[in-house]
């Protein structure tokens, strides 16, 4: 659906955008069809946010390209961000280092980069892709003491 994103179509489009762990899901719709999907993965752990309790990514992230240019990922994002915080979840991201809209999204909202390193996931040709790793707006510093 959207460019570059997933770098390989899934087998099972429906599991890919209902991962093991979701919370919840949102799409975006326009016109009558699917533009944009978001959902909240929980119970995760990550080296970047260490000591973080109650830690959520945000994944399969996502906007049409002919639906680009109408606020849908921010609004995708904001759901999401908003479902977090009423869930007392400290939300972050990745997104891969060569995503400049995307990246120009995050840090315009006011996401804080916390790390850069290889995703994960292998590409079709078997690399770890370099990505980033952002912490959303007002997220708990797991440094801080509660």
């Given at each position: 659906?959207?460019?570059r994103?997933?770098?390989?179509?899934?087998?099972d489009?429906?599991r890919?955008?209902?991962?093991a762990?979701c919370?919840?899901?949102?799409?975006?719709e326009s016109?009558?069809a699917?533009?944009g999907?978001?959902?909240?993965?929980g119970?995760v752990?990550?080296p970047?946010?260490?000591g973080?309790?109650d830690l959520?990514?945000?994944s399969r992230?996502f906007?049409?390209?002919?639906a680009r240019?109408?606020?849908l990922?921010?609004?995708?994002?904001?759901?999401?961000?908003?479902?977090a915080a009423?869930?007392?979840?400290?939300l972050m991201?990745?997104?891969?280092d060569y995503?400049?809209?995307?990246?120009?999204?995050?840090?315009r909202?006011?996401?804080?980069?916390?790390?850069r390193?290889?995703?994960n996931?292998t590409a079709p040709d078997g690399?770890?892709?370099?990505?980033?790793?952002y912490?959303a707006?007002?997220?708990?510093?797991?440094?801080?003491p509660d």
């Amino acid at each position: 659906m959207a460019d570059r994103y997933p770098l390989s179509w899934p087998a099972d489009p429906v599991r890919w955008l209902s991962p093991a762990g979701c919370l919840t899901a949102w799409v975006a719709e326009s016109g009558g069809a699917v533009a944009g999907h978001v959902c909240v993965v929980g119970g995760v752990s990550d080296p970047a946010v260490a000591g973080a309790r109650d830690l959520a990514t945000v994944s399969r992230l996502f906007v049409a390209p002919t639906a680009r240019g109408r606020n849908l990922g921010e609004s995708l994002l904001a759901t999401a961000t908003a479902y977090a915080a009423d869930q007392s979840l400290q939300l972050m991201l990745d997104v891969v280092d060569y995503g400049g809209p995307a990246v120009a999204l995050y840090e315009r909202l006011g996401w804080r980069l916390i790390d850069r390193r290889p995703a994960n996931w292998t590409a079709p040709d078997g690399t770890r892709l370099p990505v980033r790793v952002y912490l959303a707006p007002n997220g708990r510093d797991a440094s801080a003491p509660d």
